[in-house]
């Protein structure tokens, strides 16, 4: 039984010539797990968001969709609410009560369920979920994780027959995310609900995946099992190829044998079939931390940090440096204190007790002019914060308005950093109507705009794709280069191994360790890259992609 079929479905957003859609036939049986993926702004979140009309964007669209062989326009609002669950890439745009228990009832009564009802789903969910320990707790309380499976298990409570989800790991930490993955999974596994659902990081999600989609400028240019299509990009060299798993990678770079290894258990048995009759090659030495002598531009002395005067610490006891060029990375949970530090870094939240000095000096005693231009940029977690215009063209201009450069200069400004951030065809765009990764790139246009020398990351690569992963990276080594100092908070620990230069661990409102970043992540069980627990029983540095195919190819 089908649970959608799509039939030449054409969508373009009003005042676009590009279709964002370009004639997509699909369908999608019951209780299949679906993993859709491609480069940002390819068009994954709209197709998503035709399959429930309430959230499909205002636009043309052509084409036939059909919900259980029946036109989704036909379907009445409540049956699409209970029928259709959808979890949004930010779990904040989705919870509209303030207490854990009432949001898992709220969907249930605006559906006009009786008490006896109510309280026996919540119960079942709240177990099945295990929120039980949080059952009352405010939402407000929560982390992110904790917010993401909040947001699923109401929409769980109404027992719907598709699960969708727009990026749902995008805004967790690994470990978080992996616990989301499986209860996903076991949704999928124990109910027999039908998921559909978009990814950037496709190592945790593929071994789960029936079937792997993959779209590019608006259509659908591959699918099938996820082994046999990330082979087939690997054949093609196509970019997407980069997005597939590492044990994929590295065995493709390194062999001619079809085997396409999904997971980090298949990639270890490859790879000990592959050494069986070779020698394997020793660790390269490490590089020497040739910025450790350079002044301190951050430094943190003692720092203690609460939102509220009767609130529970959130840092506590911090101290570090950072120093002039470095790029420094921080990883860690979530709700752990990453973002409030970066936020204390920028001057915009204030210690109660300790001191940070910013280049030798208070934030706090430094004027916003001279903190922001030329000094310090921040990059928020949330990209929409900074949008303050209505087309991302007026967005840019804004950012140079109180510059004393000449017409010109800005126009030539913004023109390279429009190339840059791939940002020509979206200019007359509304920042709100962009995609996640889009939203992104845009928003880290504007920040670079004012070339700032100390640049604070809070989560940058959240929603894009590999293809622009890397070319950031590249940007960001020739910012580094060129003396800028780099802050990155981020879960992505792959990002953070290949190209930080030392990484520290937050924990529980401070950090816990530091370390040059291949020592750093070399061991780790679960905050290190899938390269290094394929390999780490060979090679314990061995932590990125490219490092084990070197070491590999270099083993005889």
Not at 338 to 355: D, F, N, V
Request: aromatic residues 8%.
């Amino acid at each position: 039984m089908e649970t959608y079929r799509i039939e030449d479905l054409v969508f373009s957003f009003p005042g676009q010539e590009r279709e964002t859609l370009s004639h997509i036939n699909l369908t999608i049986a019951s209780g299949e797990f679906i993993t859709l993926c491609g480069k940002s702004g390819c068009g994954k979140s709209t197709l998503l968001r035709q399959l429930k009309t309430i959230l499909t964007p205002h636009g043309e669209r052509s084409g036939k969709i059909y919900f259980c062989n029946q036109p989704i326009e036909d379907m009445d609002q409540r049956t699409q609410a209970s029928e259709i669950g959808f979890v949004l890439q930010n779990p904040d745009n989705q919870i509209v009560t303030d207490k854990v228990w009432h949001e898992l009832a709220f969907g249930l009564e605006s559906l006009g369920y009786d008490n006896a009802t109510i309280r026996l789903r919540v119960a079942e969910m709240a177990s099945f979920f295990g929120i039980h320990t949080w059952f009352h707790k405010s939402v407000t309380e929560l982390s992110g994780g904790q917010k993401q499976l909040l947001n699923l298990a109401s929409i769980m409570a109404m027992h719907p027959s598709v699960l969708i989800l727009d990026e749902p790991t995008s805004q967790l930490d690994p470990i978080a995310a992996s616990d989301f993955l499986e209860t996903v999974k076991k949704i999928n596994r124990e109910l027999g609900t039908t998921i559909i659902m978009t990814e950037h990081r496709l190592e945790d999600i593929l071994p789960l995946s029936d079937r792997l989609i993959v779209m590019e400028a608006g259509a659908i240019i591959a699918e099938g099992l996820p082994n046999q299509v990330g082979a087939s990009l690997g054949d093609k060299k196509h970019p997407m190829f980069l997005s597939m798993p590492s044990p994929m990678q590295i065995q493709a770079r390194v062999s001619a044998e079809p085997i396409a290894p999904i997971t980090v258990k298949e990639g270890r048995q490859w790879l000990n079939a592959f050494l069986a009759d070779k020698t394997a090659a020793p660790m390269p030495e490490g590089k020497e931390n040739s910025k450790a002598s350079a002044p301190a531009v951050i430094q943190f002395k003692d720092v203690w940090f609460k939102y509220e005067k009767n609130g529970t610490d959130i840092i506590k006891d911090l101290s570090f440096e950072v120093r002039e060029g470095q790029f420094y990375c921080i990883v860690g949970g979530n709700g752990t204190g990453k973002s409030t530090t970066l936020s204390l870094i920028s001057g915009l939240l204030q210690p109660y007790r300790g001191k940070i000095l910013i280049g030798g000096k208070n934030p706090a005693k430094i004027s916003a002019k001279e903190l922001f231009t030329r000094n310090i940029g921040f990059l928020p977690q949330n990209p929409q914060s900074l949008f303050v215009k209505k087309t991302v063209e007026l967005d840019l201009h804004e950012m140079l308005a109180q510059t004393p450069l000449s017409k010109e200069e800005k126009s030539e400004k913004i023109r390279s950093i429009v190339k840059f951030a791939e940002l020509e065809h979206l200019l007359a765009m509304h920042p709100y109507d962009l995609s996640g990764g889009e939203q992104q790139r845009a928003a880290l246009a504007k920040v670079l705009l004012l070339e700032p020398r100390v640049l604070l990351l809070d989560e940058p690569t959240k929603g894009l794709d590999s293809f622009f992963k890397e070319k950031l990276a590249v940007f960001l080594q020739k910012l580094n280069e060129g003396g800028v100092t780099i802050v990155m908070v981020s879960h992505d620990v792959e990002f953070c191994a290949k190209y930080g230069e030392l990484c520290s661990m937050f924990f529980d409102g401070s950090i816990i360790t530091t370390n040059a970043t291949r020592k750093f992540f070399a061991g780790n069980s679960f905050y290190t890259t899938a390269a290094n627990r394929m390999a780490r029983h060979i090679w314990t540095e061995g932590v990125t992609i490219e490092g084990v195919i070197e070491l590999c190819l270099r083993s005889k």
